[in-house]
């Protein structure tokens, strides 16, 4: 029999969305209410939906109830039409309607778009200054130069929470899981610029696990619930789970949560995690996104 002392089984620190999400609600809501005093009416959120489904409007409904706790007048835009061609050409004109009018400082696309719609038809109509979820390749080409530009918000969801977890990410190495252009492949640059090594696996890669033993931080973005478990994890990890799965009409993330918290430093949980973050960042991002559309009409009329 071995001397050796029974393993120490650890319990994770969960790193709750909630607080950071409403100390994020009450900084834009002192910043909301300025803007009211100068413009005698609040910044507009429009989030554009083509087709209803439920779970997006739990979503959805999310977001609107933000906008309201904090001043932000959210509104849903249906996009009408029952194929792709008119879907696709009523999105169009849905967008480049928003773009012009100057109420509405932000806009979001609800994702996914239907079947037969193309992503490239939002990337090609929304205007970058609107552009509040970093979809533009505006936006997208600044972050992958290391500029300041809109970043998505799940992903600097995502970014936030590993800062939050205390890990000083230089020279750790991150794998991150999913290479989504909204989600994965932002944060692999974002993890990167701050001088993490970052290994992005996706549903080809070979020997996921042995990938992940190594990682000192792990973000999961992948849809697919029960994706990593506590024994693929190194000991004292921190893991940022971004997936949202609906099972046994339970949300649950793309963690095996129960075996990770006992292995993991630190772990977000779903639901009550990224999520949170994520609709707080939106609003901060909208008041960010009417303060740099202030200063370009400055400009323009100086
Ligand atoms: P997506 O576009 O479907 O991308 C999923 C990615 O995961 C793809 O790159 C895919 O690889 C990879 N993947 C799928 N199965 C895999 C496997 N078995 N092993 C390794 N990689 C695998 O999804 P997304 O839009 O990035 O969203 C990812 C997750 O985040 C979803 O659950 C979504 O609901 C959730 N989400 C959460 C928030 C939030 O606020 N918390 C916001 C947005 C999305 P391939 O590229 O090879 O197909």
Redesign the pocket.
Known sequence: MSDAPPPVMTQARRLEGAPFASEIRERVAADVATYVRDHGHPPGLAIVVCGRSAPSMVYLERILKGCAQVGIEGSLVDVPGDDAATQEAELTAALERLNDDDRVAGIIVQ?PLPAGVPLRTVVDAIEPLKDIDGIHPLNAGLLRLGFEGFLPA?AH?ALEMIHRSGVQLRGTDAVV????P???MPLAFMLTKEDATVTV?????RD?ADKVRRADVVVV????PG?VTGAMLKPGAVVID????VVDGRIVG?VEFESAERVAGAITPVPGG??PL?NALLLNHLMRAAERQDHAREHFEA
Do not use: E, F, P, Y
């Open positions: 994702m799940t969801a899981i999913g290479r989504s909204v989600v994965g696996c996706h549903s080809k890669t996921l973005a992948a849809g697919q994706l971004v997936g949202i799965n793309d990224v999520g994520t």
